[in-house]
């Protein structure tokens, strides 16, 4: 069993920056591939980043490419996103997931961040 427990959402302007965290407990992080979801009201998740085990690769939706960064470091057994220039459609529930293959995957319980003027 992986643990995951994010942290960092809140409240912000357009434009502003947000950095959320994801921090893991249980088995070995660096195991396991990370990954950042997000849900809006009324909508379904949706893929925002993921980063390799070691953290030599990143992929972005194109909505967010360029704006957000996906980091982590597997001493402190924390995945990061790095939010910039946030805009409303930002606004969300995001989540991290651990990915270790097949049903070894893992969700966290969600952080809100919202964009408001």
């Known amino acids: 069993q992986v643990q995951l427990v994010e942290s960092g959402g809140g409240l912000v302007q357009p434009g502003g920056s947000l950095r959320l965290s994801c921090a893991a407990s249980?088995?070995?992080?660096?195991?396991?591939?990370m990954n950042w979801y997000r849900q809006a009201p009324g909508k379904g998740r949706e893929f925002v980043a993921a980063?390799?085990?070691?953290?030599?690769?990143?992929i972005y939706a194109d909505s967010v490419k360029g704006r957000f960064t996906i980091s982590r470091d597997n001493a402190e057994n924390t995945v990061y996103l790095q939010m910039n220039n946030l805009q409303f459609d930002d606004t969300a529930v995001y989540f991290c997931?651990?990915?270790?293959?097949?049903?070894?995957?893992?969700w966290g319980q969600g952080t809100q961040v919202t964009v408001s003027s």
């Open positions: 249980g088995r070995t992080f660096s195991r396991y591939a």
């Open positions: 997931q651990a990915v270790g293959g097949g049903q070894d995957n893992y």
């Open positions: 980063i390799t085990r070691a953290g030599d690769n990143s």
